[in-house]
């Protein structure tokens, strides 16, 4: 599936959601399909044949949990290890699905020589030489890529606050427009997306990301750069509400300059909900439910990603491990792939 594809893949479906009210669903609209998909752990699409089975289940789109991030495909400066994506292509295309990439510029996971990346001259050329080497290998078989990830400072406020990166140190803002500019060069087609976190709750905090964000999109755009989608991550704290009104009128401004969006990597967050399950779960269902109608009642987001399937494997207890020993349960299938009502949230939305 090419750009104007993946992006249009639901058009005719997106303009009877859109005659019959957004919010009604697309399952209700008995027609528009978004795709769906999550992304996926290289040790166990190799081990886990359930995993496997579930992934062709449900999923019509994945991308990798990791294996395109610098620290896997750049051991040493001249390496290219391209062997965990060839594996997720493969698998996607035996199974009839597409792939998302995920990503070309980052400041996190990156190996220590490309740490070192310093002055301009270097940088640039040590990006656009991934880039051209990285999306090039993939032309015309991912769609669309994560080229920047989580370009604004964790206190982004409006016009201010770019993330720390080599690649900011060496260049500025301008390593997102060198970046955007040439995957454009390399693949014409394919979608180009900013993914970013915390721009969900109902916080000060995300509005003020929502607002640095829109204005970062607004100087790119100013700039001529090919910008095509902005990436939720929709990582969501399962405590806080949605700013559903907040999420509207973000989307709406950034479908004013005509830039599209996708949840890329929604799960939430559940060391701080109740114990019992079947609230816990509730809870989770209702976050997912809240973001995706404030989405939809805007317009049709290219595609949902979940960042995992199943509560089996999944980052969110790295970081937020609940206290009270309960495993965490922040993805649509259990850990042993039964359907949750996050999952049902979602398929409430794409159809399926
Ligand atoms: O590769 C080793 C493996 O050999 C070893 O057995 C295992 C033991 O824990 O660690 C493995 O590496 C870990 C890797 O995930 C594979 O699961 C790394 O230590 C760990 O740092 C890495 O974390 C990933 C993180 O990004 C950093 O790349 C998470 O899985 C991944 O879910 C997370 O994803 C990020 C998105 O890229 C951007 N948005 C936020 C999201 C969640 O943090």
Not at 29 to 37: L, M, S, T, V
Request: with cysteine; charged share 25%; glycine share 6%.
């Amino acid at each position: 599936m090419r750009r104007r594809e993946f992006v249009a893949a639901t058009a005719a479906a997106t303009l009877a959601l859109l005659h019959r009210g957004a919010t009604d669903g697309a399952a209700a609209a008995g027609q528009a399909k978004i795709p769906f998909g999550a992304a996926v752990r290289d040790g166990p699409l190799q081990e886990d044949e359930a995993y496997r089975q579930a992934l062709v289940k449900y999923c019509q789109l994945v991308v990798g949990e990791g294996g395109l991030k610098w620290v896997d495909l750049r051991p040493d400066p001249s390496t290219f290890n391209f062997h965990q994506p060839d594996r997720l292509l493969a698998f996607a295309r035996r199974n009839g699905m597409k792939m998302r990439g995920h990503t070309l510029a980052w400041y996190a996971a990156m190996p220590d020589w490309a740490n070192a990346i310093t002055g301009a001259a270097e940088a640039e050329r040590e990006l656009t030489t991934h880039i051209e080497t990285v999306v090039g290998r993939y032309r015309g078989e991912i769609p669309s890529w994560d080229v920047v990830n989580e370009a604004l400072s964790d206190d982004a406020k409006a016009s201010v606050g770019l993330r720390d990166s080599v690649w900011a140190a060496a260049l500025g803002e301008r390593y997102i427009d060198i970046a955007l500019h040439t995957a454009r060069a390399v693949d014409p087609q394919v979608q180009l997306v900013i993914n970013d976190y915390g721009l969900e709750a109902a916080t000060e905090k995300a509005k003020a990301r929502r607002l640095a964000l829109l204005d970062l999109v607004r100087r790119l755009r100013d700039r001529g750069a090919p910008l095509d989608a902005v990436g939720f991550q929709a990582h969501l704290p399962g405590d806080l509400d949605i700013d559903t009104d907040g999420v509207s009128q973000f989307v709406a401004d950034l479908k004013s300059m005509d830039v599209d969006v996708l949840v890329t990597e929604l799960d939430v967050i559940d060391d701080a909900l109740p114990a019992e399950t079947a609230e816990r779960d509730a809870i989770v269902a209702r976050r997912v439910q809240d973001l995706l109608a404030a989405i939809l009642s805007v317009t049709q987001p290219s595609a949902i990603l979940t960042w995992g399937l199943t509560d089996r494997y999944t980052w969110v207890p790295i970081w937020y491990k609940r206290n009270d020993g309960h495993p965490n349960r922040p993805l649509p299938l259990t850990d042993t792939f039964e359907p949750k009502p996050m999952m049902q949230a979602i398929q409430a939305v794409v159809g399926g």
